[in-house]
């Protein structure tokens, strides 16, 4: 008997001495330090653009909480727009000009912008350009580019009230190729509304220069008119007003050329004499003729690409872009 009542009093402390632990140790759970995650969670898919849409549109905020990709008739073009994730709406929001080449078109070069756009806070405004197919016919270019030049500066004027958003006065203009020819004479055209520039391949290019250059040293060759699209020194006859040399000073530029982009049939040949004879030739030669005249510009040569644009090309346009935006910043202050 005192056996078992030995065992009855040792089970019996046994059992209170398990429920006290267990008390403790729920006590201790609940006064512990929450757990902190240092990484973000993973999705197994992004948000489509249909979702982000309708989330914006449902939710509207002084901040972009979702990015939208839109295609909207702004003045005389249909547009693909790219409104970024993070976009202060309560700031002048900067306008990322984009223009394709020949048989392009606003939605397909808006796209590979885009992840950009979202790093570097930019509204990426892509226009669909009919361009004339006699590209090569310096004729047709001096009369389309002014025409073109005005058509987008219209565009530009109406953004602010199709899209419901503070601009920037001064757009970043890309420009590849055909595009790129448009974007640096736009440029020229109205240096005032241009912060900074990527041209990107161009096959010919319009020098900064009124009078054409020449190595005699002579009155006569020193006063002899340098013509557009070669040059500025009639630029008055398609714009209606003067060179602004002072304004074209301040834009900023980046020269962005594949070093495999060579092929001279491929360009027009009335450039030859002041330019070379090679997309590759001529985007050095119009670099120097920028820093020559004092215009702020970078120069990038891509190994082992021809006539085509690459994501590094892209990502150091964009942080061409930033630079610039820095740049002007502290020139304002």
């Known amino acids: 008997m005192r056996f078992f009542a030995v065992s009855f009093r040792t089970k019996r402390f046994l059992s209170l001495f398990l429920i006290f632990t ?27 653009t249909a979702t982000a849409t309708s989330f914006a549109t449902a939710t509207p905020l002084p901040t972009q909480a979702a990015s939208e990709a839109i295609t909207l008739e702004i003045g005389d073009f249909s547009a693909f727009v790219y409104l970024p994730v993070g976009l202060d ?100 055209f109205n240096p005032e509304r241009v912060l900074a520039a990527a041209i990107i391949s161009a096959g010919g290019y319009s020098l900064p220069i009124i009078n054409e250059p020449s190595s005699e040293q002579t009155a006569q060759a020193a006063s002899k008119i340098m013509p557009f699209p070669f040059g500025v020194g009639d630029i008055s006859h398609y714009t209606g007003h003067a060179f602004n040399r002072e304004a074209f000073l301040k834009v900023q530029f980046v020269i962005e050329v594949g070093e495999m982009d060579t092929k001279s049939a491929d360009v027009p040949r009335d450039y030859d004499p002041y330019l070379g004879n090679n997309r590759l030739e001529r985007a050095r030669t119009f670099y120097k003729w920028l820093q020559k005249v004092g215009v702020h510009a970078t120069f990038n040569t891509f190994p082992q690409v021809g006539h085509e644009i690459t994501p590094d090309m892209d990502l150091m346009a964009f942080q061409f872009f930033r630079n610039a935006q820095q740049n002007d910043n502290r020139n304002a202050a």
């Open 22 to 48: 267990l008390f403790a140790s729920l006590l201790s759970a609940c006064s512990a330090e929450p757990t902190v995650f240092t990484t973000s969670p993973t999705y197994s898919a992004p948000i489509s």
């Open 89 to 188: 709406k309560t700031a002048p929001a900067q306008i990322l000009l984009a223009l394709h080449g020949m048989g392009g078109n606003g939605q397909a070069m808006g796209r590979i912008l885009t992840e950009y756009a979202d790093r570097y806070h930019m509204v990426v405004v892509a226009p669909s350009l009919t361009y004339n197919q006699n590209w090569k016919d310096i004729s047709v270019i001096a009369q389309e580019e002014p025409t073109l030049s005005a058509r987008l500066q219209n565009m530009i004027d109406q953004i602010p009230v199709t899209l419901g958003l503070q601009i920037n006065p001064k757009v970043i203009l890309f420009g590849f190729s055909r595009g790129a020819q448009l974007a640096h004479r736009f440029a020229m």
